[in-house]
């Protein structure tokens, strides 16, 4: 009877904690950073988020009572999803909250958030006065392609070196740029790849990229989240130098120089680019 006791104990909290593991865990090469009541996942750009609800006042029927919080939960979500945007770094050491209050648009990222959403229930938990707290799973790729945009228009451009026309195309057999970071380094949404010498090799004005952040972010090695987001052709592999201000990660010119003989244009052009972070 007590292995059967123990046995029911240990379904309980397996079956009550496995879900909460999964999310923050969902893989060995996610880069996954916490937020209040919360985890971002950079690799997915996946945000789960808790939001707290509790019923109108005066309500007296059960069921009125929670749908009522369950709406209440989603508002306090979508402040919480706010939040953790704002927090972010966009470029150099400004913050998405710095930036748009400098431009006088302090409501820009708050007008994102849509209810519509908030649907991916992972799970719910009530109390017994009827408050709730309820954990989404919530895409957040668009939100973040608004933001950059908005940043990026605001940058001026910065031209590439141009190439040589009598160049020599036939060594130009690679089609993803994998490029490993030696030291901690939190994700930004306005990264940049420069040579010693300053000059741009790539950020998010290079192409249109599928990542909103113009680069896909691995943990320890890229060849998992290479196959999942599934980027065809041959890898070339650089490391990085140093990271300058935050978010310029510099490359040796001799790197710099493989980019431009050994990559071929769509891999730029099409922002196939892995930043593989330690960890």
Not at 153 to 173: A, G, R, Y
Not at 227 to 253: C, D, F, M, Y
Request: charged share 30%; with cysteine; net charge positive.
């Amino acid at each position: 009877m007590k292995k059967i006791s123990k046995m029911y104990f240990f379904l309980l909290i397996f079956t009550f904690f496995f879900p909460i593991f999964a999310e923050k865990n969902p893989d060995e090469f996610s880069v996954i950073r916490k937020v209040t009541d919360g985890t971002l996942n950079f690799t997915s750009f996946e945000l789960v988020i808790t939001g707290n609800g509790i019923p109108e006042m005066n309500v007296t029927n059960l069921n009125s009572a929670r749908i009522t919080a369950e709406k209440a939960a989603v508002l306090n979500a979508k402040q919480k999803t706010a939040k953790a945007l704002l927090s972010l770094i966009l470029s150099k050491k400004t913050t998405v909250k710095a930036f748009f209050e400098a431009k006088g648009m302090k409501d820009f990222v708050e007008k994102l958030i849509d209810s519509d959403d908030f649907k991916d229930v992972l799970y719910e938990r009530f109390y017994s006065n009827s408050s709730v707290d309820v954990t989404y799973k919530v895409n957040i790729s668009g939100y973040l392609q608004k933001i950059t945009d908005a940043a990026a228009n605001d940058v001026p451009k910065q031209e590439t070196p141009t190439e040589e026309k009598n160049e020599d195309i036939s060594e130009k057999t690679k089609s993803i740029l994998v490029v490993t970071l030696k030291n901690k380094f939190e994700p930004a949404l306005m990264i940049s790849l420069v040579n010693e010498k300053g000059e741009k090799i790539y950020d998010k004005s290079t192409g249109k990229s599928k990542s909103p952040t113009a680069f896909f972010f691995a943990k320890k090695k890229a060849k998992n989240l290479i196959e999942k987001a599934a980027l065809s052709g041959e890898t070339l592999s650089v490391q990085a130098l140093k990271i300058k201000n935050g978010t310029e990660i510099v490359l040796r010119n001799s790197d710099a120089e493989k980019i431009r003989k050994e990559l071929k244009n769509e891999c730029l052009e099409e922002g196939k680019v892995v930043l593989v972070l330690p960890e």
